[in-house]
């Protein structure tokens, strides 16, 4: 058997596609972080990594359409981004009244204080179209990308497309979740909590096999953690939000430099979360399954969507 290229399915095996993509990812993260366009570097850089996902998608893993991705462009995907988003406004909401209620942050001021009215908005604006991008190409890459390709690579005689694919959300998570390993005070805890958010957003990915409840979730998380409600993302300090706050109380509560995505509160948000999602699917689909998608093999996808596309 060669180890690098499957003969069977004609294209390189998982131990060579995902180092690969992972690779170049990074590689166009890297430039994006270099571009001078303040602001618009996210929309650039969200470009280059589609062409770099497509390239692989398509080319390198040899899949015949991009729905397997779990992209579409209809009214359906766009209602559950929505829902997506409305989910994680809830639960960061929730995060910042425990918080205020129990005095661990300190509300300091607003963003309209001290500043022009017309200009303190846009910076607000900015970050969301900001966090939109994340969320999209970082969905991109660690949901539709690397457990797709997981799964696959997990799966063979011994381990069933099913059990592949929740190693595969395991694995996906993990890269997930070191990637955020050099971001400012990250903690070990931080890099678990991280890793549980992979999971939590892998769940509707794998149940519906669409990417648009993780795309909204993961732009409004981002988004109302730093934008609205001022706190730390990632480690990361946001420099105009709505509501500017003073961090307190004890760092392994609250996540204290990090953010609550550093602390116990934060896991607490993920995992009520990664809760309500299985509550959700089970009572609107009456069983809780992954996507058939998700339990054929590569080579049966692969003759599923030729055939949809050919009758389409």
């Known amino acids: 058997m060669n180890p690098f290229f499957n003969k069977e399915e004609f294209r390189p095996r ?20 270099s571009i001078p366009f303040q602001g618009f ?13 497509w390239i692989f998608f398509r080319g390198v893993d040899n899949r015949p359409s991009i729905k397997e991705a779990g ?42 204080q001290g500043v022009g009215t017309s200009s303190w908005g846009f910076p607000v604006l900015m970050f969301m179209f900001q966090m939109i991008c994340l969320g999209f190409y970082e969905e991109l890459i660690s949901r539709s990308y690397l457990v797709t390709n997981f799964k696959d690579g997990f799966t063979n005689g011994s381990i ?25 005070n990250a903690t070990e ?32 998380w981002n988004f109302f953690q730093g934008g609205v409600f001022g ?16 961090q307190g109380g004890n760092p392994i509560w609250t ?14 948000g993920i995992l009520l979360i990664s809760i309500f999602f299985l509550f959700y699917f089970k ?5 809780i399954s992954i996507h058939p998608m998700f339990k054929r093999t590569y080579l049966q996808n692969k003759e599923m969507f030729t055939k949809t596309d050919e009758l389409a």
């Open 255 to 268: 996540g204290g430099s990090f953010g609550p995505e550093g602390g116990l509160i934060g896991l607490m």
């Open 14 to 33: 998982a131990v060579v596609r995902i180092p690969g993509y992972i690779f170049f990812s990074f590689l166009i993260l890297t430039i994006g972080n």
């Open 283 to 287: 009572k609107k689909t009456g069983k």
């Open 71 to 112: 992209i579409s462009v209809n009214k359906k995907w766009l209602n559950e981004f929505w829902i997506g988003s409305l989910i994680g406004l809830f639960a960061m909401g929730l995060i910042f009244l425990i918080e205020w209620m129990s005095g661990d942050i300190e509300i300091t001021g607003f963003g309209w």
């Open 41 to 53: 570097e996210y929309f650039l850089t969200t470009l280059m990594l589609m062409g770099v996902f």
């Open 160 to 184: 069933s497309t099913s059990k592949a694919t929740i190693l595969a959300v395991i694995a996906s998570s993990a890269v997930f979740g070191i990637a955020h390993a050099a971001n400012p």
């Open 189 to 220: 805890f931080a890099l678990i909590n991280i890793l549980c958010a992979g999971i939590m957003l892998a769940i509707p990915f794998v149940i519906t096999g669409r990417l648009s409840y993780s795309v909204g979730l993961h732009f409004s």
């Open 231 to 246: 706190f730390r993302v990632s480690g990361i300090p946001i420099r105009n939000s709505i509501i500017d706050i003073q």
